[in-house]
């Protein structure tokens, strides 16, 4: 079965720096998607970035980059040039047939 | 705009309560889910449905059921409230392979059982 561990409950960063949130997952399939998703405050669930285990080059988009790393089985996101906005609940998942399987998520919150 | 609309954002119900949480897309999608969210346990599949009137149990089934009777709406529905079902729940909906953007999600219901 699909796991997915999120090893940070919390995580503070300074407005303009980087941060890395940690995931780490397990699986036995040869072909699978990781997922990170941004849920502020509001409750919505913002889809952020997508990896596919097969994809040559990390995935990006805008500010936000995918350390993967496939024979460590991690998938790490780093947020650069961390904004007050970016403060929120960040949850990692992984594709399970045509399901998703979520970690239990990393609060970040960015300070002036 | 494509949306996933859940019909409540904050809901208060009474221990007992037969409650029922709503849930439609306008994408056509094949697929939906909910799920529920707690401080410490993230995101826990509760139900998913591949086609109309077609269900498959989550990881926690247990006081849910659902109803799918039209592919744009899936139902779900809490027996007997209890206490221990205080939560955020979220519907979500995808096409019938997981595309690069993975779920489409409803805003959440927040429901509170007392």
């Known amino acids: 079965a699909q796991k997915i561990t999120q090893t940070q409950p919390g995580m503070f960063v300074q407005e303009k720096e980087a941060v890395t949130l940690d995931c780490t997952y397990d699986?036995?399939?040869?072909?699978?998607?990781l997922f990170w998703y941004k849920q502020p405050s509001s409750g919505e669930m913002i889809f952020l970035i997508y990896?596919?285990?097969?994809?040559?080059q990390n995935a990006t988009e805008g500010r936000y980059s995918l350390n993967f790393q496939k024979a460590r089985k991690s998938a790490n996101l780093v947020i650069s040039a961390s904004q007050l906005g970016d403060s929120a609940m960040y949850f990692c998942?992984?594709?399970?047939?045509?399901?998703?399987?979520f970690g239990t998520g990393t609060r970040l919150q960015v300070f002036p | 705009d494509v949306k996933v609309t859940q019909s409540s954002r904050y809901l208060v119900k009474r221990t007992g309560e037969k409650v029922f949480l709503e849930c439609v897309q306008d994408?056509?999608?094949?697929?939906m889910f909910w799920y529920r969210q707690d401080p410490g346990l993230g995101l826990r599949l509760i139900y998913f449905s591949y086609d109309v009137k077609m269900k498959e149990k989550g990881d926690i089934p247990e006081g849910y059921s659902v109803s799918r009777e039209k592919k744009e709406r899936f139902s779900l529905i809490l027996e007997s409230a209890s206490t221990n079902q205080t939560s955020m729940y979220l519907c979500a909906s995808s096409e019938g392979q997981l595309a690069n953007y993975g779920y489409t999600f409803g805003s959440g219901t927040r429901l509170t059982v007392v």
């Open positions: 990896q596919g285990s097969y994809d040559q």
């Open positions: 699986t036995s399939d040869p072909s699978y998607g």
């Open positions: 994408m056509d999608h094949e697929n």
């Open positions: 998942a992984i594709t399970d047939t045509d399901k998703l399987i």
